[in-house]
C-alpha cells in the first residue's frame, strides 16, 4: 500500500530541483547519486514491499564531511532527508513516504579500528552486520547483536533502530554496548560522540538521544561498540512441548539452572513451524509438537556447559516441562537449527499479505494476545502465528490475509495495540515506531513524554527534515 492509505499531508519542504541536482552532483560526482526511475526502485520499496516511497534522488556520500555538506544544504534548502541503512526495518522508518532524499551509508563501510585486547571495535555505519561479525571472528571476538537480516542490514542502522535480536538475553541491549557515536545533525554540525571510554559520567549521556532515533535526530556516521570475546563452546538445543505454560516453566527453570550461559530462548509455535514447511521447505527436526523452543547456551568451558544443559534438560524431561528434544554441538547441526527460526520472515513474506507486529509483555501475558486474535479475526485471516524471543518478553505476531484490504486492517488496529497496553505490553519492542506505528504513540507515551519529545526533536532539528512523518507524527 502507498502513502494514499494513509491520509497524509506533505510538509512544506522543497522538491529536487535542477539547482539543487547541481549542488549533489559536483559534491559527490554523478556516479554517488541516483535518479534513474528503475535503480531507484530498492530504496523507494521496503523490505516486506509494503510501502512504496516516491523520492527521486538518493545520496551515496563516503566520508562524514560529505554527509555535513549533504545535511547542511537539505537545511538551508528545506529539502527533507530519509537516512537509509540496510533498508531491512519492518516498520517503515527507512521508506520514504513522499520525495524525501535518501542517504544511504551503503559507500560509509570501512572499519577504522579494533582494539583486539579490550575488544572495541569502531566503524563507519554502513558496515553490515554479518561483515562485521566475521572480521571479528578472526580475532576470536564476537559482535553483541545478531539478527535474521544480518545479511543486509548496516551497523549504523542497528544503532538507530535500537536492534535488538537474538541474542539480548545475554549481551544486552545496544544502550549497553555502543560506547560511542559520531552523528550529524540536521544544520550539518558534526557531533564528536566517539568515546571508547566504558565509564564516563561527564554530564548528559548525548549518545544515548541517537541509539533508536530512528533518523530523526541526527545521522550516524560512525560507531565504537563493545564486543566480547567469542565463546569456545556453543550447543544448541531444539524442544517441542505440550503447551505455552509449560515454556514459561522451561523458561524459568533455564534461567535457574544455567542463567550464566544461556545466551537465547527463542519460541516457536504451530502455524509458525506449518508456514516455515509451506513456505521455506523447513521443519521441526523432532516431528510435530503444539510449541518448540530453542535454546542456546554459550561459554569457555565445552564440559562445563555440556553437563549443565544436559542436566536442565534431564530435569525438564522428568518434571515433564518437554515432551521430546534434540541437543547439539556441532557447528554444522546448530546452524540448521537455527535457520528454521532465523528464516521465518522469509517465509511469510511468501503468504499473502502479512500484518506484522512486533511486542513485548511481561512473560505471564506473553502469548495471549496470539489466542484473543485468532478469536477476533476468525475467518478474515488464513493465520494467526507467534514466535520470538521469549527471553525478552519479545514476541513477533503475524496475521496472513490473500491480500491488503482496509477493512481487515481496520479490524486489526487499533485493536490490537489497545489490548497489548491492557496486557501491560509495548507495541513495538525493538522495530522501533517508524512511519506504521508512529500514529500510536501516545497509546504508551504520556502527553508530558511526548512534549519532551516534541521539544528535542524541535531544538535539533527546527527545520523537520530529518526523517519527516516517523516516529513522532
Ligand atoms: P534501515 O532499515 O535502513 O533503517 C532503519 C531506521 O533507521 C530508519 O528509520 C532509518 O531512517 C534509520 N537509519 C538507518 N541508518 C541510519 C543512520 N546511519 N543514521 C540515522 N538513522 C539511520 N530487528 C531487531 O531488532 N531484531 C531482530 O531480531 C530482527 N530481525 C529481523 C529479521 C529480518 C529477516 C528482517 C528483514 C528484519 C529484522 N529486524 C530485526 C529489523 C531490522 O533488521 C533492524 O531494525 C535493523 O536494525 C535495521 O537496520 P538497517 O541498516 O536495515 O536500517
Known amino acids: 500500500f502507498t502513502k494514499n492509505n494513509f491520509n497524509i499531508k506533505r510538509g512544506n519542504f522543497s522538491h529536487v530541483e535542477e539547482e539543487h541536482l547541481y549542488f549533489f552532483r559536483k559534491l559527490l560526482g554523478e556516479s554517488r547519486i541516483i535518479t534513474d526511475l528503475s535503480d531507484l526502485e530498492k530504496y523507494n520499496v521496503d523490505w516486506n514491499k509494503h510501502l512504496r516511497g516516491a523520492s527521486t534522488i538518493v545520496l551515496k556520500p563516503k566520508t562524514t564531511e560529505e554527509v555535513s555538506k549533504i545535511l547542511s544544504y537539505c537545511n538551508n534548502n528545506r529539502l527533507a532527508v530519509c537516512p537509509q541503512g540496510g533498508n531491512t526495518g519492518v516498520v517503515g522508518g527507512a521508506t520514504p513516504v513522499f520525495d524525501e532524499i535518501i542517504v544511504s551509508t551503503e559507500l560509509m563501510n570501512k572499519v577504522i579500528n579494533l582494539d583486539e585486547k579490550s575488544g572495541v571495535l569502531t566503524c563507519e555505519a554502513g558496515c553490515i552486520l554479518q561483515n562485521m561479525d566475521e572480521f571479528l571472528q578472526q580475532k576470536n571476538l564476537i559482535f553483541p547483536l545478531d539478527l535474521g537480516a544480518k545479511g543486509s542490514c548496516h551497523i549504523g542502522g542497528n544503532v538507530s533502530t535500537n536492534a535488538g535480536g537474538l541474542r539480548l538475553l545475554k549481551y544486552g541491549n545496544?544502550?549497553?554496548?555502543?560506547?560511542?557515536?559520531e552523528v550529524v545533525q540536521a544544520n550539518g554540525t558534526v557531533l564528536d560522540l566517539l568515546s571508547t571510554l566504558k565509564k564516563d559520567n561527564t554530564g548528559y549521556h548525548l549518545k544515548h538521544l541517537f541509539i533508536g532515533s530512528e533518523g530523526t535526530l541526527g545521522l550516524v556516521t560512525k560507531v565504537a561498540i563493545q564486543c566480547r570475546l567469542r565463546p569456545k563452546s556453543t550447543h544448541v538445543a531444539f524442544l517441542g512441548l505440550q503447551n505455552f505454560n509449560q515454556v514459561l516453566k522451561t523458561f524459568y527453570?533455564?534461567?535457574?539452572?544455567?542463567?550464566?550461559?544461556?545466551?537465547?530462548?527463542?519460541?516457536?509455535?504451530?502455524?509458525?513451524?506449518?508456514?516455515?514447511?509451506?513456505?521455506?521447505?523447513?521443519?521441526?527436526?523432532?516431528?510435530?509438537?503444539?510449541?518448540?523452543?530453542?535454546?542456546?547456551?554459550?561459554?569457555?568451558?565445552?564440559?562445563?556447559?555440556?553437563?549443565?544443559?544436559?542436566?536442565?534438560?534431564?530435569?525438564?524431561?522428568n518434571k515433564n516441562f518437554i515432551l521430546n528434544g534434540t541437543v547439539t554441538g556441532e557447528v554444522s547441526k546448530y546452524k540448521a537449527i537455527w535457520e528454521v527460526r532465523e528464516k521465518l520472515p522469509q517465509g511469510y513474506i511468501k503468504d499473502g499479505f502479512v500484518f506484522m507486529y512486533d511486542m513485548s509483555f511481561p512473560l505471564e501475558n506473553y502469548y495471549k494476545l496470539v489466542e484473543d486474535l485468532r478469536e477476533h479475526m476468525g475467518s478474515l485471516s488464513h493465520r494467526v502465528f507467534g514466535f520470538g524471543h521469549l527471553g525478552d518478553g519479545n514476541i513477533h505476531i503475524q496475521i496472513s490475509v490473500k491480500e491488503f484490504n482496509q477493512d481487515v486492517a481496520n479490524h486489526i488496529e487499533p485493536y490490537i495495540f489497545e489490548l497489548t497496553k491492557k496486557y501491560n505490553g509495548s507495541i513495538s519492542a525493538e522495530h522501533g515506531m517508524g512511519f506504521l506505528k508512529?500514529?500510536?504513540?501516545?497509546?504508551?507515551k504520556s502527553q508530558e513524554s511526548i512534549n519532551l519529545m516534541k521539544n528535542i526533536k524541535q531544538m535539533l532539528d527546527p527545520n523537520g527534515i530529518l526523517n519527516p512523518y516517523k516516529v513522532l507524527f
Not at 545496544?174 to 557515536?181: A, D, K, M, R
Not at 508512529?438 to 504508551?444: E, G
Open 174 to 181: 545496544l544502550h549497553g554496548n555502543v560506547l560511542g557515536l
Open 253 to 317: 527453570k533455564a534461567k535457574q539452572d544455567m542463567d550464566e550461559i544461556l545466551t537465547a530462548f527463542e519460541v516457536i509455535d504451530t502455524p509458525s513451524m506449518e508456514l516455515a514447511n509451506e513456505k521455506l521447505g523447513l521443519g521441526s527436526p523432532i516431528g510435530d509438537y503444539p510449541f518448540y523452543v530453542l535454546i542456546e547456551t554459550t561459554g569457555s568451558n565445552e564440559k562445563h556447559d555440556e553437563e549443565k544443559l544436559d542436566g536442565f534438560l534431564q530435569t525438564c524431561l
Open 438 to 444: 508512529a500514529k500510536y504513540l501516545n497509546l504508551m
